[in-house]
T-cell receptor, first 113, second 115 residues
Framework: DADVTQTPRNRITKTGKRIMLECSQTKGHDRMYWYRQDPGLGLRLIYYSFDVKDINKGEISDGYSVSRQAQAKFSLSLESAIPNQTALYFC????????????FGPGTRLTVL | AQSVTQLDSQVPVFEEAPVELRCNYSSSVSVYLFWYVQYPNQGLQLLLKYLSGSTLVKGINGFEAEFNKSQTSFHLRKPSVHISDTAEYFCAVNGDGGATNKLIFGTGTLLAVQP
């Protein structure tokens, strides 16, 4: 079984709709992250959480919100989706060690029409 | 501010040829460096990492990378590539000794192995 899972794997939605992407992990890690990947831009950090009570903005948090429901669950919401939020979204986890090696989920491909 | 530069967006190479994917970083303090691989339609998988010690790091699938502090580089190499190595490769840095635990990623290099 995968250690980091994301649902849905693919989603097509319309402009203005509210969308939630979910991430679950069985690795027992405290730290969780949401990234978006765009062609030619690599991965950019949206939000990260070091524990259930700790949520931090990344470099591109505008238009997104997150919820850390439990140690194992970290959800990303688009309150009102727009076409330039069309991207591949990844969740990742890490242990609270200095190296910050991160473990990635399989990704969610989101298309906003 | 920390940054990672992967100058080559795409590297075409023939099967069984050697390859080098370049990565340069900027950071004023000690760094941890990573190479991740993304196969088509999959998430990112760790290839190798440099934390400290020997500057030559060996990873999975025959890849290795060398940390060069004076040139602020961490280039990835493989002496003989296979078709199955076709993927996108990302270099990443944690450039503050772990203080913030955030990774900064490069823009990626697509390795296209041709028969």
């Amino acid at each position: 079984d995968a250690d980091v899972t994301q649902t849905p794997r693919n989603r097509i939605t319309k402009t203005g709709k509210r969308i939630m992407l979910e991430c679950s992990q069985t690795k027992g890690h405290d730290r969780m992250y949401w990234y978006r990947q765009d062609p030619g831009l690599g991965l950019r950090l949206i939000y990260y959480s070091f524990d259930v009570k700790d949520i931090n903005k990344g470099e591109i948090s505008d238009g997104y919100s997150v919820s850390r429901q439990a140690q194992a669950k970290f959800s990303l919401s688009l309150e009102s989706a727009i076409p330039n939020q069309t991207a591949l979204y990844f969740c990742a986890t890490s242990e609270p060690s200095g190296s910050n090696e991160q473990f990635f989920g399989p990704g969610t491909r989101l298309t906003v029409l | 501010a920390q940054s990672v530069t992967q100058l080559d967006s795409q590297v075409p190479v023939f099967e069984e040829a050697p390859v080098e994917l370049r990565c340069n970083y900027s950071s004023s303090v000690s760094v941890y460096l990573f190479w991740y691989v993304q196969y088509p339609n999959q998430g990112l998988q760790l290839l190798l990492k440099y934390l400290s010690g020997s500057t030559l790091v060996k990873g999975i699938n025959g890849f290795e990378a060398e940390f060069n502090k004076s040139q602020t580089s961490f280039h990835l190499r493989k002496p003989s590539v296979h078709i199955s190595d076709t993927a996108e490769y990302f270099c990443a840095v944690n450039g503050d000794g772990g203080a913030t635990n955030k990774l900064i990623f490069g823009t990626g290099t697509l390795l296209a192995v041709q028969p």
